[in-house]
């Protein structure tokens, strides 16, 4: 069993940045893919960024591609989601989300096990 829990999340300008961390429970952290969704107001959850096991591999929404970087610390059991150039459009909660496996996952919110309870940004214009 696998506790995440986000933070990071606040009202910002757009153009800065922000970055949300996702401390986990467990000693198995290092084994776990994980990922990062978020969901807007009146819209369906949908997939931001994913990394592997150790951070060598990464993968991300089109929306948000140069923009946000993905990473880990897995001595700190933390996922990261640096978050520059923010658009009003990048308003959502955002939720990270482990995988039973070692392997990156390419999007699907099916494939993560475990969900934390998110972190609100809001980007205003």
């Known amino acids: 069993q696998v506790q995440l829990v986000e933070s990071g999340g606040g009202l910002v300008q757009a153009g800065n940045s922000l970055r949300l961390s996702c401390a986990a429970s467990g000693r198995t952290f290092s084994t776990y893919a994980m990922g990062w969704f978020r969901q807007a107001p009146g819209k369906e959850r949908e997939f931001v960024a994913a990394s592997n096991w150790d951070g060598g591999s990464t993968y991300y929404a089109d929306s948000v591609k140069g923009r946000f970087t993905i990473s880990r610390d897995n001595a700190k059991n933390t996922v990261y989601l640096q978050m520059n150039s923010l658009k009003p459009e990048d308003t959502a909660v955002y939720y990270c989300?482990?995988?039973?496996?070692?392997?990156?996952?390419?999007?699907?919110?099916?494939?993560?096990?475990?969900w934390g309870q998110g972190t609100q940004v809001t980007v205003s214009s």
């Open positions: 989300a482990a995988r039973g496996r070692p392997g990156i996952g390419v999007g699907s919110q099916d494939e993560y096990n475990y």
